[in-house]
């Protein structure tokens, strides 16, 4: 359903009804641009942190808008045993409702544009017809600043809609007003000698409006009702009507209502969003992380600088979040896709071993055709992304004993991917945890590099020849990281450029203090063996996906370098990841028709990623890998140099086992070999 100002009024308790019913939603926005700077890829750093990737994104996306907002709400109807879909499009722009509502700036990029008018992108609709919208801030200004005027009228200190006997003498007309004026006169005196009861002044100047007021309050003390009017075309004009003390007032009370009317109307979509955060719903996009930092800067608050306000915002406005780019890119999904941007995520979804969900839309909305690719239009995508969302859950399904064809949204399955966000193109970090704090790895492989401004990449690779493969991730035009495939290469590299004029080098742990030593911030943190942060506090839900794992080892690097015996490589476009080879166990427990995990537990062999161990005392869990292959059509092409790696040069990740476990039974499999308990399930499945 295509939704603009002009439909929006109507519809809108039908797109509350739909929200209200779905068991989850999908979304999708399109944006006027991504990146403020030179290109896209200056938001992105192979080594950011979330916090800097936050700040880039805050500091150079956000004074684009979002002007196409995607919503496909699903429910499942168990009779049919398919998901009944109704899709919505709308079309956003800031329309001041009056002179005193925000003007908003935003800027365009011109790749951008070119881009969504290449795919039939209708901007007359964003321009024309597009639904207002105000942030809260923006409203209670608006609201205070009517309820101020409305106390003026009524103490008479402001410009009244209708005359009173408040002024005791006549306005002081400026000589080259005095003709136009006396016109004024001659044509309300009329008003009183004939049946018409208004007239309408040909436009004018704001000033000259003002001198009617005045002039009209004193000459005609009763008995006129007067009020500027706009027309389509913005032109102000002024009415003036022959009342009798009773029209007078319900003419005040009915200019009252409109305001009050218009106003109510300038909120516009920020209705939908306040209805879909008041649901509580799951909310699914694709690469979701721009999409949900616009609609929370747009449409309720500009966005704090600390990302962790960030964190605390979102969970008022979104309680419950998945992004399925993020779903793609991991265990057990991971080896089966290949291509994660959302057209082909799609189409891979369709083949084995996945199935394409049963899907109907909802009478009296207009159905999409996945065959004809209706790319980048908002409602579209949100379809195909809430599509994508289904088929990823139903297979999680696959896994269980015995296999279930549907995984409800409420599912205790799909838990470990809730409120988590995908960060694109960073090498170590591939998630925003909205719920908790984010992975920290140490990075003492890695070096900051500064250097004169004329050198290449090329020059970085033969500084750094003599220690075989390395990465570099560029920060601006003087400085770099670069990553060493193996952590003692570090020492070297530093002893060697102890005495080099042209550039200078630092241990990435340096770098941070210095960056850092203006801010005074008690530090919480400490190192673990396993090279990750330590934090001084605890969370079920900020325990990486909440699975209790072992250990993951990373190098990064398109060499393979010296691995453990039994190891398995998977190597993707950022770094490499190696996982025991063993046949493992899972265990899981199965939902019932409500779509609540139950306390059973079943185990059966895999020799997937996603679930595995090699003994009792070494568990395995999810294992989040960042994908390699990032579209253009998503924000752009990566950049940087090839992964380097080495056995030696490794991070891992490692999480607590969660608290208060349940055992699960153990069952022989066919080679009549005894499982083993894989790990402890009660906060996760």
Known sequence: MELTRRNYKGCLKTVYSAIEEADFLAIDGEFSGISDGPNVSALTNGLDTPEERYTKLKKHSMDFLLFQFGLCTFKYDQAKSKYIIKPFNFYVFPKPFNRTSPDIKFICQSSSIDFLASQGFDFNKVFCDG??????????????????????QANGLGTPSFISPSSKGPAHVPEEHKDFINRVIEKVETLFTNSEKTVNLEPCTGFQRKLIYQTLNWKFPKGLHVETVETEKKERFMQICRVDD??????????????QEELNDAVGFSRVIHAISKSGKLVVGHNMLLDVMHTINQFYCPLPEDLQDFKEVTMCVFPRLMDTKLMATTQPFKDLISNTSLAELEKQLKQ?????????????YPSYDTAQEQLHEAGYDAYITGLCFVSMANYL????????PFISP?????????????????????????????????????L?????????????????????????????????????????????????????????????????????????????????????????????????????????????????????????????????????????????????????????????????????TTDTSDLAGLSL???????????????????????EGTDTWQQAPAANARKGQKKKTEAAESSTSLFDVPDVW
């Open 131 to 152: 639904i207002p919208y105000l942030n809260q801030e923006e409203e209670a200004q608006l609201r205070e600043q009517t309820e101020e005027r409305r106390n003026q």
């Open 246 to 259: 009773e029209e007078r007032k319900r003419r005040e009370q009915q200019k009252l209502e409109r305001e």
């Open 352 to 364: 084995t071993p996945f199935k394409s969900p049963q899907v109907e839309t909802a009478e009296g």
């Open 397 to 404: 399904g696959s896994f269980l004993t015995p296999p279930k």
């Open 410 to 446: 409420r599912s205790k399955l799909i838990e470990p991917f809730h409120n988590k966000l995908f960060l694109m193109r960073i090498i170590d970090i591939p998630y925003l945890n909205i719920t908790g704090p984010d992975l920290q790895p140490k990075r003492d492989h890695v």
């Open 448 to 612: 900051h590099v500064s250097f004169p401004k004329e050198w290449k990449t090329s020059d970085l690779y033969q500084l750094f020849s003599a220690f075989g493969n390395i990465q570099v991730s560029w920060i601006n035009d003087t400085s770099a990281f670069v990553s060493l495939s193996q952590t003692d290469q570090v020492q070297i590299a530093m002893n060697t450029s102890r005495y080099a004029e042209s550039y200078r080098i630092q241990t990435y742990a340096e770098f941070i203090q210095g960056r850092d030593k203006d801010k005074v911030k008690p530090s919480t943190k400490s190192w673990g063996e396993d090279g990750w942060v330590k934090h001084h506090y605890t969370s079920s839900t900020t325990s990486g996906f909440g699975y209790s794992r072992g250990l993951r080892k990373r190098s990064i690097s398109p060499v393979q370098g010296e691995q453990g015996i039994g190891e398995l490589v998977i190597t993707d476009g950022w770094s490499q990841y190696s996982y025991p080879d063993s046949m493992g166990s899972k265990k899981m427990k199965t939902d019932d028709a409500s779509g609540q995990a139950n306390t059973d537990a079943v185990e059966s062999k895999t020799s997937e990623g996603w679930l595995r």
């Open 625 to 647: 890998l960042p994908d390699e292959d990032e579209q253009q059509d998503e924000e752009g092409s990566p950049e940087g140099a090839d992964p380097v790696s080495d056995a």
